[in-house]
């Protein structure tokens, strides 16, 4: 069973956002996503600076099983991304919600909380689903 | 909910994830892909194979029988136990399936084939064998198991019946022998050493609780994919299917063309193309950029055309992505892969790519 923290927003894509205290927003994909494509092989991340629009594509995660697209929980642009993923992406693996971060993004709107999921609504979301 | 092996609960034990493959519950892994991969490289591990379809022919033509039903010859099987890897040919040469032939006797034959085609080889084999009053009898009653690594025989053999094991020990590579109730064979699909072994459904547990309570790695699916990746063993239904013949799927060693008056199935179609110059080539492929190759990816060669990756996948022994493909004939080392829009660079490599825990591409190289 997947632990879920508390503080953070999920998404039905599988993705989890959390909500920093300078404003910006820092995203990755969830335990269950990681367990669900195995051993992660490779990361392609976006460029700093990229534009990106909420539902996009904004980076592919690539386990030893399949590529996986990661859409952008929300609009914005890319302020950071992890690059100890291009060398470790099984940081994806054992550390989801931490060291296995994905992008740092600037929202250009506020967050839209009821179109995200809360861990609760999450939790019921992946009971849901056939594992 | 599909079919389950008799190891079905030992999976669910050891925390498996459960996937279907050709209408069987099968193990994915058991929660690293990569560590199970690893351990079969460096030590041993355990598959569950119970889902291939085993396939017992007797009768007195059952020689003749086989000498057209497959491109190989079993006329080079001349001791019992005696194995051969070989292809089930359409009549236009295209490969029906391929699979491993046992000699047990003149009259008696162990074919082990796959389980996706399960269905249309027994039909296609019963067919063919009428006319030599062949007796077709499917094992669905054994289990198999694949115990393979550097050390996967000598752990193995301490879960087999002591008076067998000197003799199982001393079994040559593509060799097998009965051992009380099992059928233990020196093959695999993984380019390590290590046995098969067939067994009653009721004694798969016990055999399988004991590999793993002296230490082999209980590995799902999917390291058993990147596994025969690395070994370039191919895969049925993704390397060659019906429309393929073995000469463009890196099989041509597995075809005997002599003696000339052999007409096996497919005889005709595959020896007008035996000597042709525009033969696809079936390469190994190694990824110089970042990224990962995947099945149906297309190849491009520069200023010769363009062909398709067949096994795409990483290889966790190089630590590099690796992968078979067909291309256009021609004399070249290098080519391109489109991958998401991109063009990846990477260098036609001889294959295997790794056998017997070595990495055989000499120099892999730094990623780009």
Redesign the interface.
């Given at each position: 069973m997947s632990e879920l923290p508390g503080e953070l927003l999920y998404t039905r894509d599988h993705e989890w956002l959390r909500r920093e205290d300078d404003g910006s927003v820092t995203v990755g994909i969830t335990d269950h996503a990681q367990s669900a494509l195995?051993?992660l092989?490779?990361v392609?991340l976006p460029d700093v600076g990229q534009e990106v629009s909420e539902a996009g594509e904004m980076a592919?995660v690539?386990s030893?099983?399949?590529?996986s697209d990661v859409y952008a929980p929300i609009s914005g642009e890319i302020l950071a991304v992890n690059e100890e993923l291009?060398d470790d992406p099984e940081k994806i693996n054992s550390d989801p919600y931490g060291d296995g971060w994905i992008v740092r993004m600037n929202p250009s709107d506020s967050i839209d909380e009821d179109a995200m999921l809360s861990p609760d609504d999450y939790q019921e979301f992946i009971d849901g689903l056939d594992d | 909910m599909g079919s389950r092996t008799p190891l079905f609960d030992q999976h669910i034990e050891s925390n498996a994830r459960i996937v279907d493959f050709g209408g069987w519950d099968m193990p994915l892994h058991y929660g690293s892909q990569k560590e199970e991969h690893h351990a079969v490289r460096a030590r041993a591990g355990v598959f569950d194979v119970s889902h291939m379809t085993i396939v017992d022919l007797s009768g007195e033509r059952v020689r003749d029988f086989l000498q057209t039903l497959v491109a190989n010859d079993v006329a080079k099987l001349k001791d019992y136990g005696k194995a051969l890897y070989t292809c089930m040919l359409n009549a236009d040469g295209g490969v029906i399936d391929d699979l491993i032939i046992y000699y047990l006797s003149e009259t008696d034959y162990r074919l082990i084939v796959n389980a996706a085609t399960r269905d249309k080889d027994l039909a296609w084999i019963r067919k063919q064998a009428a006319p030599y009053d062949v007796a077709v009898n499917e094992r669905a009653e054994l289990g198999m198991v694949a115990v393979q690594g550097p050390k996967a025989r000598e752990l193995a053999a301490g879960c087999i019946g002591a008076e067998y094991r000197d003799a199982a020990l001393a079994l040559k590579p593509f060799n097998g022998m009965q051992a009380g109730t099992l059928f233990i064979a020196r093959t695999g699909y993984t380019g390590e050493d290590g046995w098969e072994i067939c067994m009653p459904a009721e004694d798969a547990p016990k055999v399988w609780d004991c590999l793993l309570a002296v230490g082999v790695v209980p590995c799902g699916l999917g390291a058993r994919d990147t596994l025969r990746l690395e070994a370039a063993m191919n895969l049925y239904g993704t390397d060659m299917d019906e429309t393929v013949s073995p000469l463009e799927a890196g099989l041509s060693w597995t075809i005997a063309w002599e003696p000339s008056s052999r007409k096996f199935i497919g005889r005709g179609a595959i020896e007008a193309q035996r000597n042709a110059a525009d033969n696809q080539r079936f390469v190994g492929l190694l990824l110089e950029d970042r990224g990962v190759l995947r099945n149906h990816q297309k190849v491009v060669v520069e200023g010769i055309g363009e062909g398709e990756i067949t096994s795409g996948g990483f290889s966790p022994t190089i630590d590099r992505s690796i992968g078979l493909a067909r291309l256009p004939a021609g004399d070249y080392d290098r080519a391109k892969v489109e991958v998401r829009g991109k063009l990846l660079n990477v260098r036609v490599v001889k294959t295997p790519f790794v056998r017997n825990g070595e990495i055989q591409i000499e120099p892999v190289g730094e990623i780009q």
């Open positions: 195995g051993d092989v490779y392609e592919v690539e030893v099983k399949a590529a291009a | -």
